[in-house]
């Protein structure tokens, strides 16, 4: 690129990176050149003069993925040789145009993930925040990767000052992504629909069997264990018995929660942009109304579940999919219908759940990310509010608990949240509890200056767009405040739900990963605590010390295992290579989790696959117990049974758990 280049900037001379090669092959994008990754890392690299992307907007390019199994992808920006990196991972569908359009503000870390388009999917900001006057170099690269090699398309990314226009109609090489099922139309296996009488049929006899499913011999009204008794209270409790943790159940019979994540009938394929990959198309109006979804205007959701069942059973559709999806969960032992749930299908069934909370501050500002402003006026108020949610199932005893909140985007920044508030904020209450908090840490201002730097001031701590870099003492003082904040967000929003909800459990926030001591400092009011684990197995020495830490049982709220021998792009994050793998995975990790004496749950991840489009966000991955036609995966199905079946021993300590692992591969899309 040329120092006075006008707009757009086109950035058309990189240099390979790794392994990549630059192969031929007809132009499926105008303008596009063709290369090829066998490695992470492979890419291409670019350096300009600092300065060239001042001015931009947006950087923009065209990429269409070849082949049948998802990739991911990883552009870096990056000011000098040595200096801060931004990140944006993305993934793609294959044989689908897609249009990158990052809007270069989300390089202030103040977001995430980034709006879905098309077939661009999950993209996600991770890294440092930097200035776009400071960046010289960009690189954009294979992050990861299945077992073949990588082989896509792309023109040359280029920075422009305006937003470009997005993609309506991508190019198709393959044609239709979906079938008339929402089945892929690149893949075959063995259990895929072939013909509506099929689906029909099935799903019928499925209907005729529905009444004969229960839990296993010994599990007693609410899935708890009939063979042992504690005291009843009438609701689900935690007790530790003098050896290990455990929930009671409310007739005082020790539980283990076995859940399964996403009960519900929808499987959410967001189809905006892509209504050209659809071999059938529902109409908005009529017998399929009910395909559609409802939702915000960047999304255009499209259940072919819902289509399914509706071929099926007409307008009884979604009281027949209730009966057969907890007979399902009661055929392979399933006691708990877990998060992002149809939780008022349980209830009504007197099946155990758990619910979610939806995070909602109508008048508290955020001030980074999805983090209130805690010290603001409103936040009572809205803490109030957010409870009461809980209202209507407070006496009901087939509720487990509550989730406060999932994987909170703050938690995924590279900063602690003071850190990511001060560069991103420009005032407000909680920025005058920073300086106050500092004041009593550094008496004089030149004692501020001292630890933080000489540009250092309260006033500018208190308001003001921050400017200047952090010193390690800095950096320290902002990790304790930060603790101050998540403890401040979590007891008003704990105590502000038992005013409302005094039965039943706080089952925590749902961390997304082991939280870091900042984090942790804040944490110790929930009943339960809840982070979701996808790692090989559950039984590691971090969690176990995580319980004595914070004195409480520990319950996995998400963990899966998917393959690439079904109809899905993607496997998910557990990653093994067969269906027949996934039932030993699903064995291994259960069953060490049972045994583990500070676990008292683990819900899988999620009762259905999802949309091989790609669901919101775009994740398409093999999680389900069950496909899009509602179809079980039996060697998933058989192995939770057997496990389920010999939870309670397994637990007890009578009987060893299962221990014969498949051969894990590389986790794909964490």
């Known amino acids: 690129m040329q120092p006075d280049q006008a707009w757009p900037r086109v950035f058309d001379s990189g240099q390979t990176l790794g392994g990549l ?34 001015g931009a907007t947006h950087l923009s390019a065209d990429l269409l993925l070849d082949g049948v199994h998802q990739a991911v ?3 870096t920006l990056q000011e000098g040789p040595d200096g801060r990196q931004f990140h944006l991972h993305f993934g793609l569908l294959n044989q689908c145009q897609a249009r990158l359009r990052l ?30 006057a400071a960046v010289d170099r960009m690189r954009l690269a294979l992050l990861r990767k299945g077992p073949e090699s990588v082989r896509w398309c792309q023109t040359p990314p280029q920075a422009l000052r305006e937003a470009p226009e997005p993609l309506d109609a991508p190019a198709l090489p393959a044609g239709p992504l979906l079938d008339e099922f929402g089945q892929s139309t690149l893949h075959d296996w063995p259990g895929k629909t072939r013909d509506e009488a099929a689906l029909v ?12 499913q229960h839990w296993p ?34 007739d005082g019979h020790p539980f283990w929660s076995a859940g399964m994540d996403c009960v519900r009938s929808n499987i959410d394929a967001n189809v905006r942009g892509l209504e050209s990959a659809l071999a059938w198309t529902p109409p908005t109006e009529g017998e399929f109304a009910d395909a559609w979804l409802a939702g915000p205007a960047d999304r255009k959701g499209l259940n072919f579940l819902a289509a399914n069942f509706i071929r099926a059973f007409g307008a009884e559709w979604k009281a027949q999919w209730a009966r057969l999806a907890l007979a399902e969960l009661r055929r392979v032992g399933v006691n708990t219908v877990a998060n992002w749930s149809d939780w008022q299908v349980a209830r009504e069934a007197g099946f155990p759940y758990v619910r979610p909370l939806t995070l909602r501050f109508a008048c508290t500002p955020m001030i980074f990310r999805d983090f209130p402003d805690v010290f603001h006026q409103h936040f009572a108020a809205d803490a109030a509010d957010y409870a009461r949610q809980l209202a209507d199932t407070v006496d009901d005893p087939a509720l487990i608990g509550y ?54 001031c309260f006033a500018a701590l208190a308001e003001g767009p921050w400017r200047c870099d952090l010193t390690n003492q800095a950096r320290a003082d902002l990790e304790a405040f930060s603790t101050v904040l998540v403890e401040r967000l979590y007891s008003g929003l704990i105590e502000a739900c038992r005013q409302v909800d005094p039965h039943h459990l706080n089952l925590g926030a749902r961390y ?74 699903y064995r291994v990790y259960l069953e060490g989790a049972a045994a583990s004496p500070w ?16 669901r919101y966000d775009g994740e398409n991955y093999n999680i389900g117990l069950l496909d899009v036609c509602h179809a079980p995966y039996e060697p998933l199905a058989d192995a939770a049974l057997a496990s389920h079946a010999r939870l309670y021993p397994v637990a007890a300590g009578t009987q060893k758990p299962f221990d014969q692992p498949p051969a894990y591969r590389p986790r794909l899309f964490l």
């Not at 914070?550 to 021998?565: K, N, Q, S």
């Open 103 to 132: 809007d270069l503000s989300a390089l202030d870390q103040n977001r995430w993930m980034l709006p879905r388009e098309g077939a661009l999917l999950k993209p996600i900001c991770a890294g440092d925040r930097v200035d776009l």
């Open 73 to 75: 992808f990883q552009l």
């Open 21 to 54: 090669l630059a192969v031929e092959g007809p132009a499926w994008l105008a303008g596009g050149r063709w290369f090829e990754a066998a490695a992470v890392g492979d890419g291409l690299a670019f350096t300009f003069a600092a300065g060239q992307l001042a």
């Open 217 to 250: 011999e010994g599990f007693g009204r609410w899935g708890g264990w009939l063979e042992r008794q504690f005291e009843a209270t009438g609701f689900f409790r935690t007790h530790h018995d003098g050896q290990r943790w455990w929930l009671v159940d409310p």
């Open 599 to 614: 676990c008292v749950g683990a819900h899988w991840f999620t009762l259905y696959d999802q949309s091989a489009l790609g």
């Open 403 to 456: 989730f406060l909140m999932n994987e909170p985007t703050w938690g995924f920044a590279s900063e602690p949240v003071a850190q990511g508030m001060l560069f991103t904020t420009t005032g407000g209450p909680a920025r005058q509890a920073l300086a106050a908090f500092l004041r009593e840490r550094y008496p004089a201002e030149a004692d501020l200056q001292a630890a933080w730097g000489p540009d250092a």
């Open 512 to 585: 997304y990963t082991l939280p870091p001591q900042w984090a942790l400092g804040g944490m110790g009011g929930f009943d339960v605590f809840s982070i979701n684990w996808y790692r090989d197995r559950a039984d590691d020495v971090a969690l176990a010390e995580l319980s004595a830490a914070m004195g409480r049982p520990i319950l996995i709220g998400e963990w899966h295992f998917g393959a690439l021998d079904a109809g899905l792009p993607a496997s998910g994050i557990g990653h093994v290579p067969t269906q027949a793998d996934r039932g030993a995975a």
């Open 201 to 212: 049929d099935r799903l019928r006899s499925q209907a005729e069997r529905a009444g004969s």
